[in-house]
């Protein structure tokens, strides 16, 4: 009778795997990376390559609604962060699904997608730093990250992939410590939007760990990337370019 059961609960088991089978490959250990199936490859082409043009078109809006040089440096920052950001996360799942047997193209283009995260979020952060009044202090915050930028990018490029937890806690740190002088700024519009959109990144982050355990988790946080930096965007043109009546009952 046991046995009967404990065969019914396998087939019960397989069947779900061969349904699951085309969406999702099995989890990888931690020091592997996980192989996407061919759903979940174009899934991940499609859901940063869908958002290029878009942030390009809206780093562009921010440059012609600039008021003085400044707010035009902070928009070429933001926008080529943002665009580089889908741009390199594309070419990377691109190589990633369609020529991953040149290992070491793939790789270089792995580096780069991990690099560019750095200076996405020093570019995110920019525009707060460069047009908000702030502290003695915390001014140099404005220099500060893309200082903690580069390092980033050195650590990926000379220890990829090896200690995926100190990766992800350098991402964490980067994220985390602009956001105290954030936090620290007289004029505090815009920084609830700020704030929700980093809960969007933090519980992506959920996803991104969940490879071979939810089908399109990579997709799925691509997704949560994609609204964390849409809510930036919008609390950005709001609160920091937008001229005119909207601007003054912010301040
Ligand atoms: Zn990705």
């Given at each position: 009778?046991?046995?009967?059961?404990?065969?019914?609960?396998?087939?019960?088991?397989?069947?779900?795997?061969?349904?699951?089978?085309?969406?999702?490959?099995?989890?990888?250990?931690?020091?592997?990376?996980?192989?996407?199936?061919?759903?979940?490859?174009?899934?991940n082409c499609?859901?940063h390559?869908?958002?290029?043009?878009?942030?390009?078109?809206?780093?562009?809006?921010?440059?012609?609604?600039?008021?003085?040089?400044?707010?035009?440096?902070?928009?070429?920052?933001?926008?080529?962060?943002?665009?580089?950001?889908?741009v390199t996360s594309t070419l990377f799942h691109t190589a990633a699904w369609?020529?991953?047997?040149?290992?070491?193209v793939e790789q270089r283009f792995h580096m780069c997608d991990r690099m560019a995260?750095?200076?996405?979020?020093?570019?995110?952060?920019?525009?707060?730093?460069?047009?908000?009044?702030?502290?003695?202090?915390?001014?140099?915050?404005?220099?500060?990250?893309?200082?903690?930028?580069?390092?980033?990018?050195?650590?990926?490029?000379?220890?990829?992939?090896?200690?995926?937890?100190?990766?992800?806690?350098?991402?964490?740190?980067?994220?985390?410590?602009?956001?105290?002088?954030?936090?620290?700024?007289?004029?505090?519009?815009?920084?609830?939007?700020?704030?929700?959109?980093?809960?969007?990144?933090?519980?992506?982050?959920?996803?991104?760990?969940?490879?071979?355990?939810?089908?399109?988790?990579?997709?799925?946080?691509?997704?949560?990337?994609?609204?964390?930096?849409?809510?930036?965007?919008?609390?950005?043109?709001?609160?920091?370019?937008?001229?005119?009546?909207?601007?003054?009952?912010?301040?």
């Open positions: 009778m046991r046995a009967r059961t404990e065969n019914a609960h396998k087939h019960e088991m397989d069947l779900k795997k061969t349904k699951l089978g085309r969406f999702m490959n099995c989890r990888v250990p931690a020091s592997k990376r996980y192989q996407p199936t061919e759903y979940e490859h174009a899934a499609a859901t390559g869908f958002w290029i043009l878009p942030s390009l078109l809206g780093g562009s809006v921010l440059y012609f609604l600039s008021m003085d040089q400044w707010h035009r440096v902070a928009a070429w920052l933001y926008g080529s962060g943002l665009t580089g950001l889908f369609k020529i991953s047997h040149l290992r070491k995260i750095y200076f996405f979020i020093a570019s995110s952060y920019s525009p707060w730093l460069m047009l908000r009044e702030l502290g003695p202090w915390a001014c140099h915050m404005r220099w500060l990250i893309w200082v903690m930028a580069c390092i980033g990018s050195m650590y990926v490029f000379f220890f990829h992939e090896r200690y995926k937890l100190v990766e992800l806690l350098g991402y964490v740190a980067m994220g985390a410590v602009p956001a105290l002088v954030i936090l620290s700024m007289v004029d505090r519009a815009g920084v609830c939007e700020l704030a929700v959109g980093g809960v969007f990144y933090v519980v992506g982050v959920v996803f991104f760990k969940s490879d071979g355990l939810v089908p399109f988790a990579h997709a799925i946080w691509h997704l949560f990337v994609a609204v964390g930096a849409t809510v930036h965007y919008y609390a950005i043109w709001r609160y920091l370019y937008v001229p005119g009546p909207l601007l003054q009952t912010s301040r």
